[in-house]
């Protein structure tokens, strides 16, 4: 989830939860959803993994309300493929919903239109969150947001899982340009191997790389394939 320029490896440095602190200056992070996509992988059969439920509830609504409750100034959740039904599980959150037309074209496009949604608001970071992620906590995505202010705001957060690069990332202010220009199927990894800022790593455990792409992997993952859940 264009072309940013000349390609540099990104400088990542490892760093742990009982090493981050509180500063008095706190930069604000916005958090964007990306759930537009159309989820080919799942097959004619499988359903919309989006709305497979864990726990009873709809995967798309279990991750918003993650993202609510963390420390973020804002949840912003990008929709396409199944629109009506993706607001209908949404529809009572304290959340903004943008409506991405484009969604077809590949996840360049959600990032671009929930970015587009949320630079007014004067975020200094953008974390981007993936709809099919069902192990990302909040307190995961507190600890990510509590290095992106430790770091003053000028650094690319990354989470990962033993030291593997996984998701969510934390995107500041200095390469929204560079979201804006994102074509085609291209989504935030190739921005942070393109870049020229430090890369700060924060270990999540296997949550930062468990993503749900096929029936196996929901039902593997402890979800429940459902045409019209209900919540």
């Known amino acids: 989830m264009g072309s940013c320029g000349l390609r540099i490896q990104a400088t990542a440095r490892p760093i742990l939860p009982d090493m981050l602190e509180d500063k008095s200056v706190e930069p604000k992070v916005a958090i964007v959803v990306l759930a537009a996509g159309m989820a080919t992988r799942m097959g004619p ?16 609504r279990r991750l918003a309300l993650t993202a609510i409750a963390s420390k973020a100034t ?9 629109l009506d ?24 496009s959600s990032l671009t239109a929930g970015f587009a949604a949320v630079e007014p608001e004067g975020a200094d970071g953008i974390l981007v969150m993936l709809a099919d992620m069902p192990g990302v906590t909040t307190p995961d995505l507190n600890q990510l947001i509590l290095a992106f202010q430790n770091s003053q705001g000028t650094s690319i957060l990354r989470a990962v899982s033993q030291g593997e690069r996984g998701n969510p990332v934390i995107l500041p202010r200095s390469m929204y340009e560079a979201v804006s220009r994102l074509e085609g199927d291209i989504g935030a990894r190739h921005l942070i191997e393109t870049s020229e800022l430090v890369v700060i790593e924060v270990e999540i455990g296997e949550a930062a790389r468990i993503d749900v792409d096929t029936p196996s992997d929901v039902i593997a993952a402890g979800g429940v394939l459902m045409s019209d859940p209900k919540f």
């Open 85 to 108: 039904d993706m607001r209908k599980v949404l529809s009572d959150l304290s959340l903004n919903i943008v409506t991405n037309p484009d969604y077809a074209s590949g996840m360049a």
């Open 74 to 82: 804002s949840v912003t959740v990008v929709l396409g493929h199944r």
């Open 45 to 60: 059969e499988g359903g919309y993994k989006l709305l497979a439920t864990f726990d009873g509830v709809p995967l798309v």
